[in-house]
């Protein structure tokens, strides 16, 4: 082994051990907590471990499977936990380098992939993709393995091994396929192939001579991987949801003949990598962009230096490439968006090696190599230095710290359950918090993220929005936390604050790192329950006054009410507090509907909605439900009108019975009227 291949392999192993450090670096702080679309990724995981194989599944919008069969291994190996989702993605996130310097020592050399890995080491585009979880990372792995493939087999000699060009296309054909499984973005993937074999044609057809059967070959391989995929999504379009978001309005207006839209994402696509980068906080610090100014302008060079020499194939290979896999990224909005332009990270950083290659070639022709050597490599180790210091700040320091980051990657549900994983304390925990609707097409509630972000299963959580809703635990002894809330009367409705404070004793000042507070309630004040008794049956059971607690599917308990204001006008806002306990353990997405009628049939006002997770209340939980938004319509004629409650499933609509003993009566209770005057 020569001594420029010894120092090669040498600078190979650091950059490698040093990205894998980078990724690998407090995989539990950055990103600090876990988002929507992680979560959405462990379920669909969760789904193929228990034998739900497809080849892409509707959560989420649609996504393709792959990731999710690799992700399954990784959750049966460490369990299920953010620690296990970090892991599994910054693996692939490493081996995605490692292919991508295979293949572009294969095009352009040693010189030219080392930089290139060295870009990519440290680049936050790369580092915020492997680190984030997402099926994304696969992409770039398997279009750098088609890549190296296919171009091995452009590069064979036909006529001496006709077996090794077709072993290099099929194989080549097989990650394509295979590619098409692991993000939408993907699908443009094809068209590079395409394209330069008709680069060929136009400039290099003794490229293609001898080699039309293989190319066929891969093609057939690609095909058949991909023909599950497409049969899918043929007999199941509403899976595929492009529209979401409007993400796709650049194409839809393009589709109905008008470009601007797309030029104009076109163009802001085109300057991500040295002008300005993705606004989103999802996939970067807003508006920053691939490369530090130094590095932009060796990207730009290496860009400049491609087309100057695109008669010849490298060059042309990895323009096409580059054009090609910004595609996604052109034809969709907000833009640029560095996750839809993630398959172009396997030649991107191409560019700024080939710059500086040139430069050291360049400077070799006009000093000697003595002189250029030391000067050049002190260089490039200087510019990496800044780029990765650049790139380091951004990512674990500056990032984080983005308005709307700690919200969306649910920061302080995280430091929450960090905190409760290292007490020893076993006792119940009533958990506020917003997340509570569990219908939102891509929204999770709270305890299915606690379910990754815990690591304990010796603790009983209730989960319910403090902003609505008030739980009062079976225990004699609980904790209320309170996370990203310092003080919980920020939060507490005024009916709930006096009497919940006075006897609240506070645990700790503040969760980790300001993330929250939490208190210890000790038996409960009774003056939290409205008391009121005067209830009915609904007409449709027979009328006549009933009798509390009421019986609501053998689940819930119906313990009073309480209205204000007593007499109200036509316009005004009524609070209706209703006390509930719970008998069994309730059906999952349950929600309660507070109906004003001007006749047992005729809706005049409601509100719905129950600000608690059902399914994890205990029996002997009780809690009380504030709805304070029921608008009575301006135009409403003085006179009494009635007030009926009851609950149903989010998931069929359908009531839960009430009972008198072991007697159904009906699917709702009537309250005191609501006495309307006149204004």
């Known amino acids: 082994m020569t001594q420029w291949r010894r120092l090669e392999l040498a600078g190979v192993v650091v950059l490698l051990l040093l990205a894998a450090w980078l990724r690998w670096r407090v995989p539990l702080e950055v990103p600090p907590g876990l988002e929507m679309d992680d979560l959405i990724e462990a379920q669909i995981a969760e789904q193929v471990l228990s034998g739900d194989w497809r080849p892409f599944y509707d959560a989420g919008q649609g996504r393709e499977g792959l990731y999710h069969y690799w992700l399954a291994l990784w959750l049966v190996t460490l369990g299920k936990h953010v620690f296990t989702l970090r892991m599994a993605s910054?693996?692939?996130?490493?081996?995605?380098?490692?292919?991508?310097?295979?293949?572009?020592?294969?095009?352009?050399?040693?010189?030219?992939?080392?930089?290139?890995?060295?870009?990519?080491?440290?680049?936050?585009?790369?580092?915020?993709?492997?680190?984030?979880?997402?099926?994304?990372?696969?992409l770039p792995l398997l279009a750098a393995l088609a890549g190296y493939c296919f171009w091995r087999g452009i590069r064979s000699k036909p006529a001496k091994s006709r077996l090794q060009l077709s072993i290099w296309m099929a194989t080549s054909g097989l990650c394509l396929g295979l590619s098409f499984y692991t993000y939408t973005a993907a699908r443009v993937l094809p068209a590079i192939f395409v394209c330069f074999v008709l680069y060929l044609l136009a400039f290099h057809r003794s490229?293609?001579?001898?080699?039309?059967?293989?190319?066929?070959?891969?093609?057939?391989?690609?095909?058949?991987?991909?023909?599950?995929l497409l049969v899918y999504l043929h007999t199941h379009p509403q899976v595929d949801q492009f529209e979401f978001l409007d993400f796709n309005r650049p194409l839809a207006a393009l589709e109905a003949g008008d470009p601007q839209p797309v030029l104009r994402t076109s163009l802001a696509t085109l300057g991500m990598f040295a002008l300005r980068g993705d606004p989103l906080i999802f996939d970067n610090v807003p508006g920053r962009p691939v490369f530090e100014p130094l590095g932009g302008m060796l990207f730009l060079a290496g860009v400049a230096i491609a087309v100057r020499r695109i008669r010849q194939p490298v060059y042309a290979f990895a323009l096409i490439w580059l054009l090609v896999g910004l595609v996604p990224g052109m034809?969709?909005?907000?833009?640029?968006?560095?996750?839809?332009?993630?398959g172009t990270q396997v030649v991107a950083f191409v560019f700024p090696g080939i710059a500086a290659v040139e430069a050291w070639r360049w400077l070799c022709r006009r000093w000697t190599r003595q002189v250029v050597q030391p000067a050049l490599v002190g260089g490039l180790i200087l510019l990496f230095g800044i780029h990765m210091a650049w790139n380091f700040r951004d990512y674990f320091i500056a990032w984080p710290m983005v308005e709307g980051v700690p919200f969306f990657w649910q920061t302080a549900l995280a430091k929450t359950a960090h905190y409760l994983d290292r007490s020893p304390d076993t006792s119940s925990v009533a958990l506020c918090t917003g997340l509570t609707y569990e219908r939102d097409p891509w929204w999770r509630p709270a305890w299915q993220s606690m379910r990754y972000l815990l690591r304990r299963d010796d603790l009983a959580i209730r989960y319910y929005d403090c902003r609505t809703a008030l739980v009062l635990l079976s225990e004699n002894s609980a904790?209320?936390?309170?996370?990203?809330?310092?003080?919980?009367?920020?939060?507490?409705?005024?009916?709930?604050?006096?009497?919940?404070?006075?006897?609240?004793?506070?645990?700790?000042?503040?969760?980790?790192?300001?993330?929250?507070?939490?208190?210890?309630?000790?038996?409960?004040?009774?003056?939290?329950?409205?008391?009121?008794?005067?209830?009915?049956?609904?007409p449709e059971a027979g009328s006549g006054v009933a009798r509390l607690p009421a019986n609501f599917g053998h689940s819930l308990a119906f313990l009073g009410y309480s209205l204000s204001p007593a007499q109200a006008?036509?316009?005004?806002?009524?609070?209706?507090?209703?006390?509930?306990?719970i008998l069994a353990t309730p059906p999952p997405r349950l929600a309660l509907f507070t109906h004003v009628l001007a006749n047992p049939q005729t809706l005049v006002a409601q509100q719905d909605g129950l600000g608690l997770t059902s399914h994890s209340l205990r029996p002997g939980d009780r809690f009380v439900q504030l709805h304070d938004q029921i608008v009575l319509p301006p135009y409403l004629l003085p006179g009494e009108y009635g007030l009926a409650v009851?609950?149903?499933?989010?998931?069929?609509?359908q009531r839960l019975p009430v009972y008198d003993g072991t007697q159904a009566r009906g699917d709702r209770l009537f309250l005191g009227p609501v006495e309307v005057v006149a204004p």
């Open 90 to 138: 910054t693996f692939l996130g490493l081996l995605g380098l490692a292919v991508g310097y295979v293949l572009g020592r294969r095009l352009f050399g040693p010189g030219v992939a080392l930089v290139s890995l060295a870009g990519g080491t440290a680049s936050f585009w790369t580092l915020f993709a492997a680190r984030s979880g997402l099926r994304s990372t696969s």
């Open 207 to 228: 490229w293609l001579r001898g080699r039309w059967l293989g190319l066929a070959l891969g093609a057939g391989v690609a095909m058949l991987v991909v023909l599950p």
């Open 331 to 342: 034809l969709s909005q907000p833009a640029p968006n560095f996750y839809r332009t993630v």
């Open 479 to 538: 904790r209320y936390a309170f996370p990203g809330v310092a003080d919980p009367s920020e939060v507490l409705p005024a009916v709930f604050r006096a009497d919940w404070l006075a006897v609240a004793e506070p645990l700790a000042a503040r969760l980790p790192d300001k993330a929250g507070s939490i208190f210890r309630l000790n038996a409960p004040p009774e003056e939290l329950l409205p008391t009121s008794d005067s209830v009915w049956w609904a």
């Open 569 to 581: 006008r036509p316009g005004e806002r009524l609070q209706v507090l209703t006390a509930w306990e």
């Open 646 to 653: 009851g609950l149903y499933s989010a998931d069929t609509m």
